[in-house]
């Protein structure tokens, strides 16, 4: 079975400050895919990134950087200097090698930037 | 282009009524899921539509239903509503599948139908 854990329900931080968002995952699948996406107060689920099992190497994106580790079966998100606009819910997500393979969610942690 | 777009954004039933919440794919995008997200959790996966025909459903019952049109849009549509399907219904949509390959998109997100049953 698959599943997405985020044991951080809610973070605050301080502008500026750094912030991981931890994300683990069980597959049994040799193949996979994760995600993370991003849900503002509108409600839209924003994507982020996809990675697939074969490419661990970190991945850098402006401010959001990704950190994938298939030993511990993580997948964490780091912002740098965060801002307020940072402030929302985000999901870390799986799926299977095929193309029909559903989409599965974590819980969400809910980060919170204070001016 | 144009993204995925859902109606109503609102909407408020009575227990034991029928709703049905419609999608527009983004374009281009030829798959459709749904998904619930009750309130401090995250999405669960309802089912998907390609190619006019669910293709995959999650752990829902028979009472939640679908249509996909051929212009790809989509309808859910949901029979005799219990107060525990009050959520927030998002439909995401993707090219060829659900986004778990590099061989099709991601999946793109509407804003999603606030139902709430009371």
């Known amino acids: 079975a698959q599943k997405v854990t985020q044991a951080q329900t809610e973070i605050s931080v301080v502008e500026k400050e750094d912030v991981t968002l931890d994300c683990v995952y069980e597959?049994?699948?040799?193949?996979?895919?994760l995600f993370w996406y991003k849900q503002p107060p509108s409600g839209e689920l924003v994507f982020l990134i996809r990675?697939?099992?074969?490419?661990?190497q970190n991945e850098i994106s402006g401010r959001y950087s990704w950190n994938f580790q298939k030993s511990t079966s993580s997948f964490n998100f780091t912002i740098t200097a965060s801002q307020v606009v940072d402030s929302a819910v985000y999901f870390c997500?799986?799926?299977?090698?095929?193309?029909?393979?559903?989409?599965?969610f974590g819980p969400g942690t809910s980060l919170s930037v204070i001016p | 282009e144009t993204g995925v777009t859902q109606s109503p954004t609102h909407l408020i039933k009575t227990r034991g009524q029928q709703v049905t919440l419609r999608c527009s794919s983004q374009?281009?995008?030829?798959?459709v899921s749904w998904y619930q997200q009750a309130l401090g959790q995250g999405p669960q996966f309802i089912f998907q539509?390609?190619?006019?025909?669910?293709?995959g459903r999650g752990n829902f019952p028979p009472r939640f239903s679908g249509l996909q049109f051929p212009n790809y849009s989509s309808e859910l549509n949901v029979n005799a509503l219990e107060l525990d399907d009050s959520a927030l219904y998002l439909c995401?949509?993707?090219?060829?599948?659900?986004?778990?390959?590099?061989?099709?998109?991601?999946?793109?997100f509407g804003n999603g139908t606030r139902l709430t049953v009371t």
């Open positions: 995401a949509s993707s090219r060829d599948g659900l986004g778990g390959s590099s061989y099709n998109s991601p999946l793109h």
């Open positions: 539509y390609y190619r006019e025909e669910e293709n």
């Open positions: 997500a799986l799926s299977g090698e095929t193309s029909y393979d559903k989409v599965i």
């Open positions: 374009s281009g995008h030829n798959t």
């Open positions: 597959t049994r699948d040799t193949t996979y895919y």
């Open positions: 990675r697939n099992s074969f490419d661990e």
